[in-house]
């Protein structure tokens, strides 16, 4: 995959599509395009780059692992500042599975984090399942971010929808 180096602007937004079907073949390809979206990005602390590279490990698998189909694109948009950042993560999903992230979101907020992680945590170890949601729960246990989500306009005629998953925050300071 090219990627494009950043501006030397204040403020810098890119964008990349993956298709599910190329990473599902070979899952290095998350880490990939990972690794080519940091590194195109002005970071210029270990930390910082440390923190969006998992960021966006997290969002893509999950992206590429609701998708509806592997055919359909998953948009990754990145928005960066001197103080902070924002990534988008799009794609398409049942409506059904659209919905449940929405909610489970949410609800991310309406508990402290920390108490949220441990419990899922628990749960996880006493009955593993493939979708644990530890990874996201992690993310917002392990930096200063804020997590969201919204549905794009959802079509009568289909049972697919859009959904964009976005993490903002602050750079770490380094250590």
Known sequence: MQLAPASESLVTRQSWIVYPHQVKQEWVVCGQTV????????????ESQLMMASILNEL????????????????????HRPQGF????TNWCTKYQG????NWIRGIHATPIGEQYIKQ?????????????????????DYPVQLNARLGRIPVYTDLCQITV??????IAPQ
Request: charged share 15%; hydrophobic share 40%.
């Open 121 to 141: 945590l628990w749960r996880s170890a006493v009955s593993p399942t493939p979708q644990s949601k530890l990874g996201l729960l992690g993310i917002c246990h």
């Open 60 to 79: 893509i698998e999950n992206a590429v692992k609701y998708s509806a189909s592997d055919a359909l694109p998953v948009r990754i948009q990145v928005t």
């Open 86 to 89: 924002c990534t988008h993560i």
């Open 35 to 46: 690794d080519g979206v940091v590194d195109a990005l002005p970071l210029v602390t270990q």
């Open 99 to 102: 919905k449940r992230t929405l």
């Open 166 to 171: 976005s993490v903002g925050g602050d750079w």
